[in-house]
Protein backbone atom coordinates (compact mmCIF):
# COMPACT_ATOMS: atom_id res chain seq x y z
CA UNK A 1 0.00 0.00 0.00
CA UNK A 2 1.00 3.65 -1.01
CA UNK A 3 0.15 7.21 -0.17
CA UNK A 4 0.97 9.51 -2.87
CA UNK A 5 0.80 13.43 -2.02
CA UNK A 6 0.71 16.51 -4.35
CA UNK A 7 -0.25 19.79 -4.65
CA UNK A 8 2.10 21.33 -2.82
CA UNK A 9 4.13 24.69 -3.47
CA UNK A 10 5.30 28.34 -3.26
CA UNK A 11 1.77 30.71 -3.03
CA UNK A 12 1.80 34.00 -1.47
CA UNK A 13 0.12 34.98 1.92
CA UNK A 14 -3.84 35.13 0.86
CA UNK A 15 -3.60 32.76 -1.76
CA UNK A 16 -5.18 28.94 -2.27
CA UNK A 17 -3.85 25.57 -2.36
CA UNK A 18 -5.40 21.91 -2.65
CA UNK A 19 -3.21 18.99 -1.81
CA UNK A 20 -4.70 15.61 -2.97
CA UNK A 21 -3.30 11.93 -1.61
CA UNK A 22 -3.91 8.95 -2.88
CA UNK A 23 -3.94 5.68 -1.46
CA UNK A 24 -2.92 2.84 -3.96
CA UNK A 25 -2.24 -1.29 -3.78
CA UNK A 26 -3.91 -4.25 -2.05
CA UNK A 27 -6.63 -2.15 -0.69
CA UNK A 28 -9.95 -3.66 0.91
CA UNK A 29 -11.54 -0.46 2.67
CA UNK A 30 -10.09 2.83 4.15
CA UNK A 31 -11.61 4.07 7.48
CA UNK A 32 -10.38 7.86 8.60
CA UNK A 33 -8.00 9.98 6.52
CA UNK A 34 -6.57 13.11 7.48
CA UNK A 35 -3.55 15.42 6.81
CA UNK A 36 -1.15 16.35 9.64
CA UNK A 37 1.71 19.22 8.73
CA UNK A 38 5.11 19.69 10.57
CA UNK A 39 6.59 23.25 10.51
CA UNK A 40 10.28 23.67 10.71
CA UNK A 41 11.96 23.01 14.21
CA UNK A 42 8.66 21.61 15.49
CA UNK A 43 6.45 18.40 15.59
CA UNK A 44 4.20 16.94 13.28
CA UNK A 45 0.82 17.95 14.10
CA UNK A 46 -2.70 17.11 12.98
CA UNK A 47 -4.49 19.34 11.20
CA UNK A 48 -7.81 17.66 9.84
CA UNK A 49 -9.25 14.55 9.37
CA UNK A 50 -12.44 13.37 7.82
CA UNK A 51 -13.85 10.04 8.21
CA UNK A 52 -15.13 6.85 5.96
CA UNK A 53 -18.80 8.52 6.19
CA UNK A 54 -17.60 12.02 5.89
CA UNK A 55 -17.35 13.60 9.56
CA UNK A 56 -14.85 16.19 9.66
CA UNK A 57 -12.30 17.70 12.01
CA UNK A 58 -9.70 20.41 12.56
CA UNK A 59 -7.53 22.07 14.87
CA UNK A 60 -7.98 25.43 15.56
CA UNK A 61 -5.87 27.40 14.28
CA UNK A 62 -7.41 25.79 10.45
CA UNK A 63 -10.67 26.56 11.14
CA UNK A 64 -12.31 28.46 8.58
CA UNK A 65 -9.79 28.34 5.88
CA UNK A 66 -9.10 24.90 5.53
CA UNK A 67 -11.45 22.20 4.17
CA UNK A 68 -10.65 18.19 3.59
CA UNK A 69 -13.02 16.44 1.58
CA UNK A 70 -12.76 12.54 0.10
CA UNK A 71 -13.31 10.70 -2.62
CA UNK A 72 -13.91 6.61 -1.50
CA UNK A 73 -14.24 5.61 -5.02
CA UNK A 74 -10.52 7.12 -6.25
CA UNK A 75 -9.03 6.67 -2.44
CA UNK A 76 -8.48 10.27 -2.54
CA UNK A 77 -8.12 12.92 0.01
CA UNK A 78 -8.47 16.42 -0.61
CA UNK A 79 -7.27 19.52 1.81
CA UNK A 80 -8.51 22.48 0.23
CA UNK A 81 -6.09 25.88 2.01
CA UNK A 82 -7.51 29.18 1.48
CA UNK A 83 -6.43 32.33 3.19
CA UNK A 84 -2.99 30.98 3.27
CA UNK A 85 -0.71 32.74 6.14
CA UNK A 86 2.97 32.29 6.81
CA UNK A 87 2.53 30.48 9.63
CA UNK A 88 1.18 27.56 7.37
CA UNK A 89 4.79 26.66 5.89
CA UNK A 90 5.18 23.37 6.61
CA UNK A 91 5.42 19.67 4.88
CA UNK A 92 1.79 18.22 4.67
CA UNK A 93 1.57 14.64 4.87
CA UNK A 94 -1.17 12.47 4.46
CA UNK A 95 -2.26 9.91 6.46
CA UNK A 96 -4.83 6.39 6.28
CA UNK A 97 -6.05 4.04 8.52
CA UNK A 98 -6.42 0.98 6.01
CA UNK A 99 -7.53 -2.44 6.11
CA UNK A 100 -5.69 -4.71 3.29
CA UNK A 101 -7.10 -7.67 1.52
CA UNK A 102 -5.17 -9.74 3.51
CA UNK A 103 -7.23 -8.45 6.44
CA UNK A 104 -3.82 -6.56 7.82
CA UNK A 105 -5.10 -3.23 9.36
CA UNK A 106 -1.93 -0.75 9.38
CA UNK A 107 -1.61 3.04 9.80
CA UNK A 108 0.36 4.63 6.08
CA UNK A 109 2.02 8.10 5.28
CA UNK A 110 1.94 9.69 2.47
CA UNK A 111 5.57 11.32 1.43
CA UNK A 112 4.80 14.64 2.01
CA UNK A 113 4.03 17.64 0.18
CA UNK A 114 6.00 21.15 1.09
CA UNK A 115 3.36 24.30 1.06
CA UNK A 116 5.87 27.48 1.50
CA UNK A 117 3.50 30.95 2.00
CA UNK A 118 5.12 33.98 1.39
CA UNK A 119 4.33 37.48 3.14
Known amino acids: VQLQASGGGLVQAGGSLRLSCTAS????????MAWYRQAPGKQRELVAS???????SYTDPVKGRFTISRDNAKNTVYLQINSLKPEDTAVYYC??????????????WGQGTLVTVSS
Open 50 to 56: ITSSGMT
Open 95 to 108: NADILRTDWRASHY
Open 25 to 32: GIIFSIND
